[in-house]
């Protein structure tokens, strides 16, 4: 179970973590009826782009252990011991995960010029 977002980017949502709605830190409003819709384009780049910074200086030294830890490849899932274990807080994680979101979107409006999706509520 859980929820999806899909369009230019696609990916789930960090469950128990991350809100349907994560993508409107990044400077686009999403719209909803069932889904959210998001629109992004170049004149949204600055603001996306200011957001991860300030998710990365707020995560701070802990941004390298949250990387370390969920980009291993022999790691398919985790518990919240273990986050805490790294001094990760709650909202540590939801920031991480709303950064990783940011990042896919800048990606694909530097890659494309925009970048649409629809996000599951």
Known sequence: MGRYYDGDI??????????????????SKG???????????????????KEIKDIEDKLGDKLNRMDEFFNNPDKYGYTRDEIYGLGVTDKDLEDYADLRLGKKIRDCIKAKGHCEFTAEL
Request: aromatic share 22%; proline share 3%; charged share 30%.
């Open 10 to 27: 696609s990916g789930k949502f960090w469950f128990g973590v991350q809100s349907s709605c994560a993508a409107d830190r990044f400077g």
């Open 31 to 49: 719209y909803e009826p069932n889904y959210i819709e998001y629109h992004f384009d170049e004149d949204n780049l600055e603001d996306c782009e």
